[in-house]
């Protein structure tokens, strides 16, 4: 049975930094794609950065480019989002999501598609 928790979330101030973890069991193989997403209350769910497994290549969202880093440890099964120059806009209920097979166009796409997710971390940033 696939699992993703997520953890690493927590309250902030603004300019602060966050990293979230994520580890993922019940599946030996290498993931084609990960990724981090996330919901405020009131809007819909989008796409923060997404993961492709060869070569490791990342994308993100241009909120967060050059603030937030996206990582994975395939030894330790964990997949990582380094949050840095946090705003009060990046509030949301942080999700990881992992997909088993899918192209990296799919993957670059940081559509909210995939089909395991994890139950999501809160993340609050105050001005």
């Known amino acids: 049975q696939v699992q993703l928790v997520e953890s690493g979330g927590g309250s902030v101030q603004a300019g602060g930094s966050l990293r979230l973890s994520c580890v993922a069991s019940?599946?030996?193989?290498?993931?084609?794609?990960m990724g981090w997403f996330r919901q405020a209350p009131g809007k819909e769910r989008e796409g923060v950065a997404t993961?492709?497994?060869?070569?490791?290549?990342?994308y993100y969202a241009d909120s967060v480019k050059g603030r937030f880093t996206i990582s994975r440890d395939n030894a330790k099964n964990t997949l990582y989002l380094q949050m840095n120059s946090l705003k009060p806009e990046d509030t949301a209920v942080y999700y990881c999501?992992?997909?088993?097979?899918?192209?990296?166009?799919?993957?670059?796409?940081?559509?909210?598609?995939?089909?395991?997710w994890g139950q999501g971390t809160q993340v609050t940033v105050s001005s």
């Open positions: 019940g599946y030996t193989y290498s993931w084609s794609c």
């Open positions: 993961i492709y497994t060869s070569p490791g290549r990342t």
């Open positions: 999501a992992a997909e088993r097979v899918a192209s990296e166009g799919w993957c670059a796409g940081l559509r909210p598609t995939l089909y395991y």
